[in-house]
T-cell receptor, first 107, second 113 residues
Framework: KNEVEQSPQNLTAQEGEFITINCSYS?????LHWLQQHPGGGIVSLFM???GKKKHGRLIATINIQEKHSSLHITASHPRDSAVYIC?????????FGSGTQLTVLP | GAGVSQSPSNKVTEKGKDVELRCDPI?????LYWYRQSLGQGLEFLIY????????KSGLPSDRFSAERTGGSVSTLTIQRTQQEDSAVYLC???????????FGQGTRLTVV
């Protein structure tokens, strides 16, 4: 069993829909990262969370430390949001990555 | 530039040759990470540098892989006697300290033929 599980693996949505991507982990962590990887391969860090909730534009990330679970929400989704979204947990010096969620937003 | 810079962006090499991949972290960032992403696979941790501490090399897949970080800034990942399974995108990231947000470079796409 992977230490970091993401769901769904693939998600197709219509423009404007509210999107949720989930991440569960099994180890104690110091922080959790949400990353976005575009088709060209470049990776952008969206959020780093150790508790609670963060919001940036249309993106919201939440984490529940007791339940070892985090969610990434996208409101009013747009085709430019199409990318792979990766959850990564930080414990000591290492980041352990989930397998990613491929999001496709159709116009 | 203000971001993490990696070079080259693409590298094609013959099996058995050595390659060096370079990472210029954001100025002042003390933490530097190397990862790789093989085709169809997730991101895999390779090595971590934090300041002047001994690096965490626990993710290096074999002794053909090594990395240095000179002067606490630029890092070089060296792969000796490359094999086809080394083909991947090699990503570098830096962060101000250990438990802060990481900033990623654009990666080096290595193809071993």
């Amino acid at each position: 069993k992977n230490e970091v599980e993401q769901s769904p693996q693939n998600l197709t949505a219509q423009e404007g829909e509210f999107i949720t991507i989930n991440c569960s982990y099994s180890v104690g962590i110091s922080a959790l990262h949400w990353l976005q990887q575009h088709p060209g391969g470049g990776i952008v860090s969206l959020f780093m969370l150790s508790s609670g909730k963060k919001k940036h534009g249309r993106l919201i990330a939440t984490i529940n430390i007791q339940e070892k679970h985090s969610s990434l929400h996208i409101t009013a989704s747009h085709p430019r949001d199409s990318a792979v979204y990766i959850c990564a947990v930080q414990a000591a010096r290492q980041l352990t990555f989930g397998s990613g969620t491929q999001l496709t937003v159709l116009p | 530039g203000a971001g993490v810079s990696q070079s080259p962006s693409n590298k094609v090499t013959e099996k058995g040759k050595d390659v060096e991949l370079r990472c210029d972290p954001i100025s002042g960032h003390t933490a530097l990470y190397w990862y790789r992403q093989s085709l169809g696979q997730g991101l895999e941790f390779l090595i971590y540098f934090q300041g002047n501490s001994a690096p965490d090399k626990s993710g290096l897949p074999s002794d053909r892989f090594s990395a240095e970080r000179t002067g606490g800034s630029v890092s070089t990942l060296t792969i000796q006697r490359t094999q086809q399974e080394d083909s991947a995108v090699y990503l570098c990231a830096s962060s101000p300290t250990q438990n802060t947000e990481a900033f990623f470079g654009q990666g080096t796409r290595l193809t071993v033929v």
